[in-house]
């Protein structure tokens, strides 16, 4: 799918508890992966509209809009502003594309291809873009959810799994049980001891390692057999805690879902 290289991209991947807008210049190159020139987070509901417009370099509708969601509430809160905000002294409004699985330059060979996450396959095809020649891809991305997907050595995106992130799993112990705190993860500098011996800190231990726990045996399970072993990719949030337990060799890419969205541009 082409577009104008000239016009500036803002590429946005809207999740269930954040939304992530990155800011393109230029086209992807063929070879390669751009990488975002500003980054904004905000939050998926209630986020301020004076910091996105103070973000910007101009007004919404001076660049396009490529967007990747798989919450639909916070899109149209979204869309919605920049079609309010954007339009130009002659009544231009600023270009929305709400991209689809078949937008992206990528193979996706599951049963329902429609029905899987934008992020998962946006971050499928920039890591199918970065990999080594003839070598598979693993894509960890923790965020509210923890997703592994698995890229193969020809390209194509396979599927994965899907498993609770830490911040949910903390929530859903404190709203589905009496007496469990909220334990929030956010200000781990290193891993948690396993051996808890508080309620804190054995549900700190508990997330923390569960989750690296799944993601070792899935990433295992996934490599059994193949030679070369597929290359490791992390994103999200949670992705640099991940990162320091786990023992194969890691590549962390933040901006890996934006870096992909931008890449449909150029397909």
């Known amino acids: 799918m082409s577009s104008d290289p000239v016009t500036p991209l803002i590429a946005v991947d ?17 070879d390669g992966v751009v990488e975002p020139i ?5 939050p998926a509901e209630g986020w301020d509209s004076a910091r996105l417009t103070a973000w910007l370099p101009a007004g919404p509708a001076w660049a396009e809009w490529w967007i990747a969601s ?21 009544g231009h409004s600023a270009p929305i594309r709400l991209l689809n699985a078949t937008d992206l330059p990528l193979e996706v060979r599951v049963e329902h291809p429609e029905r899987v996450g934008m992020d998962r396959l946006a971050a499928a095809t920039a890591a199918a873009r970065l990999r080594a020649p003839r070598r598979g891809a693993l894509i960890v991305d923790s965020g509210s959810a923890i997703t592994v997907d698995y890229v193969s050595a020809d390209g194509a995106f396979l599927g ?32 948690p001891a396993a051996l808890g011996t508080s309620t804190v800190t054995a549900i700190r231990s508990g997330l923390y390692w569960g989750a690296v726990g799944a993601v070792r045996e899935l990433a295992e399970r996934l490599s059994a057999g193949l030679t070369p072993p597929p290359e490791l990719f992390l994103t999200g949030g949670a992705g640099p805690h991940l990162a320091r337990a786990l023992s194969n060799p890691v590549r962390i890419e933040p901006h890996l879902v934006l870096s992909g969205i931008a890449m449909a541009r150029r397909g």
């Open 14 to 30: 809207v999740g269930n508890s954040r939304i992530k807008v990155g800011l393109f210049d230029r086209a992807v190159e063929a």
């Open 70 to 90: 798989v919450n639909r509430p916070a899109t149209a809160h979204l869309t919605d502003w920049i079609v309010r905000q954007g339009s130009t002294p002659s």
């Open 160 to 191: 994965g799994s899907i498993l609770p992130g830490m911040g949910l799993a903390a929530r859903a112990l404190h709203e589905f049980t009496d007496l469990l705190p909220l334990v929030p993860l956010g200000e781990l500098s290193e891993p």
């Open 38 to 42: 500003r980054i904004l987070e905000l």
